[in-house]
């Protein structure tokens, strides 16, 4: 059974970066502040965010959920960020 997103659990956000380079696109933590009520049912995961940085916190909401294809679909293994659009959140990957 799939993960389903629920207030308080810890994930990974997907920052833009900066136009000009400064900082990249990274994954940073992010708990879970609220679950739209248009991810019931409809397969669309949609949640509210805290994001922490290393410099500060923001929020955000409305960001929709995206899961990497992985290799066969052109996606970077343990790539991170790499495989997710900007703006978007994803379950952690494993480790070890």
């Not at 380079?21 to 879970?32: F, L, S, T």
């Not at 009520?37 to 409809?42: D, F, H, R, Y």
């Not at 960001?63 to 990497?68: I, M």
Request: proline share 8%; hydrophobic share 25%.
């Amino acid at each position: 059974m799939p993960q389903q997103p629920s207030v308080g659990r810890l994930v990974h956000y997907v920052s833009y970066g900066t136009p000009g380079g400064e900082y990249g696109k990274d994954c940073r933590a992010a708990v879970i502040t609220e679950v739209s009520p248009e991810s019931k049912g409809e397969g669309r995961e949609v949640v509210g965010l805290a994001v922490l940085n290393p410099e500060d916190m923001f929020f955000n909401r409305g960001c929709e959920h995206h899961e990497a294809e992985g290799d066969d679909k052109g996606g970077t293994p343990g790539g991170g960020a790499l495989n997710h659009p900007g703006g978007t959140w994803h379950w952690p990957e494993r480790t070890g």
